[in-house]
């Protein structure tokens, strides 16, 4: 299955919602989510409103539209850098890429040298 394009998921909102990505953008200004042109509100916040019963949008889609309103804003949030570093490159599920995982975040960034340890 082909991955899903930036144009293909804003084509599947407005599909789903009847909105386009200028009247997201209205709506998040009326709620105060964004003020002066810029996302002055957390993104958890912005989650639960767009997963709320008012937009009723899926997990994946509500995050999506809040990237799209950062990238309107050009927020310093962004980052274009790649994490390389950041995770194993090792894909293979193993226990010990299991506990890597789950103590990834306890721990801060994780960095990870060539032979897979800290």
């Not at 997201?24 to 989510?33: C, D, E, R, T, Y």
């Not at 490159?89 to 994780?110: E, F």
């Amino acid at each position: 299955m082909a991955r899903p394009t930036f144009k293909g998921y804003m084509d599947n909102l407005q599909v789903k919602t009847g909105k386009t990505a200028e009247d997201f953008w209205k709506l998040a200004s009326k709620k105060g989510f964004v003020k002066r042109g810029k996302v002055v509100s957390k993104h958890s916040e912005m989650l639960a409103w767009l997963k709320s019963k008012d937009i009723v949008l899926g997990h994946v889609h509500a995050n999506f539209l809040i990237l799209c309103l950062r990238l309107r804003t050009d927020d310093p949030k962004l980052s274009i850098q790649p994490r390389s570093g950041l995770i194993a490159r090792d894909t293979r599920i193993t226990k010990n890429n299991i506990w890597v995982m789950r103590n990834a975040r306890s721990k801060g960034p994780l960095r990870l040298n060539e032979n897979g340890s800290r």
